[in-house]
Each structure stands twice: as structure tokens, then as C-alpha cells.
């Protein structure tokens, strides 16, 4: 069954610092990974996809298959960065079912 | 461009009461879904909708149906609501296209069961 696991629920860091928010997945095929990002009283919305090897706000993610890792970083963090973060696995085919980590709390200290 | 629409924003019933939570898309999506958010536990999907006229439960399904009136529209029902329900909803629509695959996202229904 395929998984996705956020270990940090809360995440603080000083403002300048960089941030690694970390996700791990359990899938047994070749997924689709996201970051979505839900800034207060927000919606959800995309933040950025391993497909597409971006960067985006400064952020990037790079897909490990070997750790199943796919942690989220940024070397200067901002305070406009406080947000819940959320990692997210896709299944291609079958709808496009969207599997999603219970989320990393972001805040950037000033 | 509206995305995804969710209606209501906000909802208090009592225990045992029935209410629809409406959304619509307006991107021409085949896949839609269903999420609950609550804390500590993200996002579990409730239903999914691959395309018009097909639905598939996902993680949390009991105490729910949904209705894929049409491509644009995906309806939740809770038939008698609990306290249990007391949740977060968000409605989202997805397409892969090109090899890309993105899920948009409603603006939240915050439902409230006392």
C-alpha cells in the first residue's frame, strides 16, 4: 500500500537558517511526488513536483528512490515560509489518487 | 477562471442531521475528489471520482456518499451527521497532462457536528 510519511508535525526555524522538511514514501511503483503548501486561511496549492526538477520560492525537492525520500529544502528561510506543508504521492492511472502526508507545520522565527 | 468551487464555507448541524456539500470545477477535470482535513492526520481521502459517472471509495469513506452529477460537479452527503465528522472538507480536481499531474484545490468547507 502505498504511504507517505511526514515525521515532523511542527518545524520551527530562525529567519535566514535553512529548512529541510522531510518526507518519505512507501509505493511500489514509480510515483509522482508534490509538496503542497497551505498558507493561513488559504487553499491548498501546489508548491512544486519532483517531475519537474524546479525551483520555486526559493524551495526545491529532490526525489531519492533509493531512501524513498523526497524532503523539501530551502537554504534561507522567510517569514512569508510559515505555512503547513504537506508531501504528496500520486498513482498514475486509477484517477490520479492523491495520497498526502499529515503535514509539516512551518515557522519561520524573525 | 473560478478552479474549484465549494459550497458552503461554513456549516453548524446537529447530530443526526443530513446536509450535501456541493463542489464544481470549471478546468474540464476528469478526476475529482473528496478530502477530509483534520489535525495531526492531514489529509485522508474520503472519495474519488475517476470520471463522470464512476466513484470509488478511499480511506474514509463510512458515514459519506457522493454524487458525480456531471463532469464539473461532485457532491458529499453526510446522511446523519456525528460529532466524528467535525472536519475540515476540501473538494479537488485533477488532469495529467503532458506527463503533468496537478490537483486543484477548493477553499475549504469547514463543517461543524455538536
Known amino acids: 500500500a502505498q504511504r507517505v510519511t511526514q515525521p515532523e508535525k511542527l518545524l520551527s526555524v530562525f529567519k535566514g537558517a535553512p529548512v529541510e522538511l522531510k518526507c518519505n514514501y512507501s509505493?511500489?511503483?514509480?510515483?509522482?511526488l508534490f509538496w503542497y503548501v497551505q498558507y493561513s486561511r488559504q487553499r491548498l496549492q501546489l508548491l512544486l513536483r519532483h517531475i519537474s526538477r524546479e525551483s520555486i520560492k526559493g524551495f526545491t525537492a529532490d526525489l531519492n528512490k533509493g531512501e524513498t525520500s523526497f524532503h523539501l529544502k530551502k537554504p534561507f528561510a522567510q517569514e512569508e515560509d510559515s505555512a503547513m506543508y504537506y508531501c504528496?504521492?500520486?498513482?498514475?492511472?486509477?484517477?490520479?489518487?492523491?495520497?498526502f502526508g499529515t503535514g509539516t507545520s512551518l515557522t519561520v522565527i524573525p | 477562471n473560478a478552479g474549484v468551487t465549494q459550497t458552503p464555507k461554513f456549516q453548524v448541524l446537529k447530530t443526526g442531521q443530513s446536509m450535501t456539500l456541493q463542489c464544481a470545477q470549471d478546468m474540464n477535470h476528469n478526476s475529482m475528489y473528496w478530502y477530509r482535513q483534520d489535525p495531526g492526520m492531514g489529509l485522508r481521502l474520503i472519495y474519488y471520482s475517476a470520471s463522470e459517472g464512476t466513484t470509488d471509495k478511499g480511506e474514509v469513506p463510512n458515514g459519506y456518499n457522493v454524487s458525480r452529477l456531471n463532469k464539473r460537479e461532485f457532491s458529499l452527503r453526510l446522511e446523519s451527521a456525528a460529532p466524528s465528522q467535525t472536519s475540515v472538507y476540501f473538494c479537488?480536481?485533477?488532469?495529467?497532462?503532458?506527463?503533468?499531474?496537478?490537483?486543484?484545490f477548493g477553499q475549504g468547507t469547514r463543517l461543524t457536528v455538536v
Open positions: 479537488a480536481s485533477s488532469e495529467t497532462t503532458a506527463g503533468n499531474t496537478e490537483a486543484f
Open positions: 504528496a504521492l500520486s498513482r498514475p492511472g486509477a484517477g490520479n489518487q492523491f495520497y
Open positions: 509505493y511500489s511503483g514509480s510515483p509522482e
